[in-house]
């Protein structure tokens, strides 16, 4: 099964996930299929924070691929705000 869940990256302490699309049956770290976007918890002022492909989401999505419980809060929260600054 085909999955978009999140693949952390960055120091110790300072944590950067990359929003990736995989085989559910890879290692966390492993060999990715597709990489849709990122996502900084830390992020400073002029950083961005979150930045998501939403297409190659939908895409992925309707070839089968499920998104991980926090993957799926994010894509949310990533519509919302998109929608706020139209």
Do not use: C
Request: proline fraction near 2%; charge should be positive; avoid cysteine.
């Amino acid at each position: 099964m085909v999955t978009i869940r999140l693949t952390r990256r960055g120091a110790k302490n300072s944590p950067f996930y990359h929003v990736v699309v995989t085989d559910s049956r890879k290692r966390q770290g492993g060999l990715s299929l597709e990489n849709v976007g990122f996502f900084n918890p830390v992020a400073r002022k002029g950083e961005t924070k979150l930045k998501l492909d939403l297409s190659r989401i939908e895409h992925w999505q309707g070839l089968g691929a499920q998104q991980s419980e926090r993957v799926r809060s994010l894509v949310r929260d990533y519509r919302k705000q998109a929608q706020a600054s139209v």
